[in-house]
């Protein structure tokens, strides 16, 4: 696996590099303090698996650099890992493309974790971020049987409460009432979903699967 870590930060990345070793043995690594490094890096003729950027390095022009890192790197994951848990930061990140937005207050088994459902085409969202008007805390990963099996691969079980409401034909602010979560919240849900399943609107997300029927 070929990995490349921007942060501007050189003890965080020599941690995050020993720490993506456990992810697959024998990864190549490339590093940049900055993002014309990353993006020069990008679009040197190398091939990346894992892209993980952080915000606001020096040169990072805005949640447009996602879009700039997966226009050079269009089969890589890209991944932002950052000290912001702002809801905004994290809807605008995926809104631009990250395939995940991982806190670096994470643990090393949450980042572990993550990276896991990022590579089985999920999305993931940090619960910090989405852990609002008394959502149980969970640690990004499904926990309850979902309808479909292949759903357990790519959305967390939140997702997954999320789109049930959203084939039953409820707005967002019906389901943010029914979950007791901000509408805000239950926007960045949507994104995620849209994201991992493939699609660009509620109707393609609702018929992506078809719903599990029961015995």
Not at 20 to 25: G, H, I, N, S
Not at 133 to 157: F, I, K, S
Not at 161 to 166: G, I, K, Y
Request: hydrophobic share 40%; glycine share 8%.
């Amino acid at each position: 696996m070929r990995i490349l870590i921007g942060d501007d930060h050189v003890l965080f990345r020599e941690g995050l590099r020993r720490l993506l070793e456990q992810l697959k043995e024998g990864s190549d690594f490339q590093e940049a303090s900055n993002f014309d490094d990353m993006l020069a890096l990008c679009g040197s003729g190398e091939t990346f698996d894992l892209v993980l950027t952080d915000l606001r390095m020096p040169g990072w022009p805005g949640f447009s650099g996602i879009q700039d890192l997966r226009q050079k790197q269009p089969n890589a994951k890209v991944v932002v890992v950052s000290a912001s848990e702002a809801h905004h930061d994290v809807r605008d990140a995926l809104e631009h493309g990250a395939a995940g937005y991982i806190p670096k207050s994470s643990s090393v088994k949450i980042m572990l974790s993550a990276l896991d459902l990022i590579f089985s085409g999920g999305v993931y969202v940090p619960p910090t971020v989405l852990r609002e008007g008394g959502e149980a805390q969970d640690n990004g990963r499904a926990a309850m049987p979902p309808a479909d099996p292949a759903l357990e691969q790519l959305l967390t079980q939140r997702q997954r409460e999320v789109l049930e409401r959203l084939r039953e034909g409820k707005s967002n602010k019906q389901i943010a009432h029914e979950l007791g979560l901000s509408e805000g919240t239950v926007k960045i849900h949507m994104t995620a979903i849209f994201k991992s399943l493939g699609v660009r609107n509620r109707t393609q997300a609702a018929m992506a699967f078809p719903q599990s029927t029961n015995a």
